[in-house]
DNA sequence: TATGAATGAGACTTCATTCAT
DNA sequence: AATGAATGAAGTCTCATTCAT
């Protein structure tokens, strides 16, 4: 059997082996570098070095750096939505507990890491795409809100909430996290202590939780 | 004689020497494009024409972009802080009172004003100026949690507040304030029924303070 | 079937990779471009146009019109002091003999080739790249000088020469040449007859080897 | 009397008093700028800064750039030839002294002041400005060149000088003078020993006229 | 499929020139 | 006569996108 027949068994050139994974290690690559330079800062040439690939293979699998842009948004954030919902639906305990709960996940599934890039990326770059910032408000916005208001409708029938205006109770109870997540990584090199994540947490749950318990 | 008839007699000059004028006509104009587009992509023909010169005039004021773009961020928000320490320093009403005051002092100063983009701006660009975003945080993230926490703590002194962690509270008084002056313009075409700005500031004053008030 | 017409049936591409070709070509055209104008009044739009490039091209290879100014002056004139060099070292003649060739030689590589215009380049550049200028000194007029001052040392220790100062009859046998570099070009349209090259070297060997020569 | 009127007859303001020195005081900066950065990379304002009025100033006397710089040619290099010519007019001496007097008179004229510059200058640009050029040709180089053709003649006539080509050992006489003008300053930075001019003009009237001189 | 050389539109910036003061 | 603010044309340089290999 020839040398050359028997590479292309054994060992199959790299890209042919991660042909499959190629737009997904495009898409963390482009997340990077969007989040950190901005959409119009951003250089191509600089994801794809990230990618491991060069310029040109960007557009065999995006169409354009727009459509790029776009990918990074729609395929990255929206399944936590989707977890954030099927903890809600499952979980067993009081409606404070799910508060708790779905404060911290979130935390721990955005506000920490990579994705927390995104809703930054989504405040700077609304204007310039209107129907992309449409689809993030429909299907992470507004889906996180109903969410949460889900959540504080049940403590309100349940007894355990006064009778607020859900809505906007349920927006006040992630705004601080949103504001956090992309506040902390704008500000981290201006806070030598760093910041204690922990504790603007433990205290936004205590005063939130303080603030719209039913004492009768 | 009507304006327009007059203007046409006498025809209007090319140009007019505005010196003194100039560089807040410019600045203003400045802070509308880069808060629309973000840094890298505003234009500066687009300042240019919002400012009613040219191209070339920009260059008269401001040495580059960069710094014209610095000088947006710093000459126009530093002075609203001031406001909130001096109104903070004069204020003879309780703690309860000057939290809801500060609260919808900002709103109206910043959060329904043109100011409203920068914090917007330096969210987006952070990375890119590292020493305005040094800047803009002590002079403006710091300043106003020091003043917040200022509050929080004559509270807490005479007995109005729980005895809650004093910086972390003060962030919380701002944090949700802070997102919605960058959602609610990000998102104003995604909410057909507007942002209900009114019902945002009441009820978190309502949660916020309930959540802090010592019920002893 | 004639050339042209093949040309024309498979249509031509709209460009073509010459990586490693196109250096030399950027170089030479941006050499012409240089002398015709000037460092400041070349417009690099003019390099690419005589290249066959576009001008983006031009900073795939140099990174910016200063880095091709200097490439042009580096690359193209040592190699002309080292095979000047190299003659004076395999020379088998008498001191004047040598004396004569360099002359020649020098007119023959450099006087009537367009790397004529470096010289006039240098002069005038000079005090815009200080850098430049030092390399270019030490790189080709220096060692130009010692070429010609090894030659006229020979002669004087072999009894063909004066005993003149070695240093100085060197600059003496080349600043007719070099000025007659720079100005034949400068005033070739001034000179409806020309400018007699033949007669001006003749001349120039005649007077200085009669000048220098030892009579006892 | 008034103190404005005492004013106005005892210390006229300055640009009143210099108005009549205006035209040769730009000239004089301009020769400057020109000199120092070449025609393409002088700027006015700097122009006007050395001369000590403002750029709008210049227009008053000069209408644009190449105006002045036609101007500074013009002005200040053809009087020198005309010296020159008095000179060889009216010398009592021999040939052989009158070339070395001419050439320690170019050398102090033009070569050690200011004016050395100019023969930089039209090498440079004068590809820029043809029919400039043809006016330095014609009244600079050509009257120059006819000048010391002159004095080579009278040699040759009075049985001094050998019987060389009469134009083109006029050339010779004075090229090794035209290339140390310009090299000098290029490369002023480049010779730490600095350049010796004294031996440099010792040594070339030595050899030339040895080189000329009838030996019988 | 992957590459990266080449393109070309568009941005920032400079500066000779004009003109209101 | 003098100023200097303002203009606008033009140049350098960048980078998303294309396409020959």
Redesign the interface.
């Known amino acids: 059997m020839p040398a050359v027949a028997r590479r292309s068994r054994k060992a199959r050139p790299r890209w042919q082996r991660r042909k499959a994974a190629r737009p997904a290690e495009i898409v963390t690559a482009a997340l990077e570098v969007f989040v950190?330079?901005?959409?119009?800062?951003a250089r191509l040439e600089e994801v794809a070095r990230r990618a491991g690939v060069t310029k040109g293979t960007l557009y065999l699998y995006f169409k354009s750096k727009e459509a790029l842009f776009k990918a990074v948004v729609r395929e990255t954030i929206v399944p936590v939505i989707a977890q954030g919902e099927a903890l809600a639906q499952s979980f067993p305990g009081t409606a404070r507990e799910l508060v708790e709960r779905l404060v911290r996940e979130y935390w721990r599934l955005v506000g920490e890491t990579d994705l927390a890039g995104i809703p930054?990326l989504?405040?700077?770059?609304?204007?310039?795409f209107?129907q992309l910032?449409?689809f993030y408000?429909?299907e992470v916005?507004a889906r996180g809100h109903r969410l949460m208001a889900g959540v504080i409708e049940r403590g309100i029938k349940s007894g355990e909430f006064?009778k607020?205006?859900v809505a906007?109770?349920a927006?006040?109870a992630m705004?601080?996290l949103?504001?956090?997540t992309?506040?902390r990584?704008?500000?981290a090199?201006?806070?030598p202590e760093g910041f204690?994540v922990g504790?603007?947490l433990d205290?936004?749950i205590?005063?939130?939780?303080?603030?719209?318990t039913n004492?009768r």
Chains 1, 2, 3, 4 share one sequence.
């Open positions: 950190e330079r901005g959409f119009a800062a930054k989504m405040m700077a770059e609304a204007a310039t209107p910032t449409r408000y429909e916005v006064r607020v205006d906007t109770a927006k006040l705004s601080p949103m504001h956090a992309v506040a990584r704008a500000f090199s201006c806070m204690d504790k603007y205290t936004h205590d005063l939130y939780l303080h603030g719209i004492n």
